[in-house]
Nanobody
Framework: QVQLVESGGGLVQAGGSLRLSCAAS????????MNWYRQAPGKQRELVAG???????NYADSVKGRFTISRDNAKATLYLQMNSLKPEDTAVYYC?????????WGQGTQVTVSP
C-alpha cells in the first residue's frame, strides 16, 4: 500500500521560509521520480518542482531561485525548502509520485503566506 504523508505547512509572513516534507512508503523510493504540486483556491493544480531518481531537478518559473526540491533516499523522504515566500505562494501543497500503472498523491499540506 502506497502512502505519501506531507508535513511542514503552516502560516508564515511574506519573506519567511518553510520546509515541507513528504514521507513515502510502499514504493521503490530510490528509483522513483517525485514532484511537488500546489493548488490555490479557485485555481488549477500546478507543478511546482520535480526531481528524478538521479537528482536532476526542475522548477516552475514562479519559484525558481526561491524553492529547492531535494530527496533523502535513505529516509524515503522528499523535501521542498521554500524561501522568500510570497502571498501568491499560498496554496495546498501535494507530494506526487508518477508510477507506470497510476499516479499517487499525498493528502496535502496548507501553506499560507500573509502580506
Amino acid at each position: 500500500q502506497v502512502q505519501l504523508v506531507e508535513s511542514g505547512g503552516g502560516l508564515v509572513q511574506a519573506g519567511g521560509s518553510l520546509r515541507l516534507s513528504c514521507a513515502a512508503s510502499g514504493i521503490p523510493f530510490n528509483i522513483a521520480a517525485m514532484n511537488w504540486y500546489r493548488q490555490a483556491p479557485g485555481k488549477q493544480r500546478e507543478l511546482v518542482a520535480g526531481i528524478t531518481s538521479g537528482g536532476s531537478t526542475n522548477y516552475a518559473d514562479s519559484v525558481k531561485g526561491r524553492f529547492t526540491i531535494s530527496r533523502d533516499n535513505a529516509k524515503a523522504t522528499l523535501y521542498l525548502q521554500m524561501n522568500s515566500l510570497k502571498p501568491e505562494d499560498t496554496a495546498v501543497y501535494y507530494c506526487h509520485v508518477p508510477r507506470p500503472l497510476r499516479d499517487y498523491w499525498g493528502q496535502g499540506t496548507q501553506v499560507t503566506v500573509s502580506p
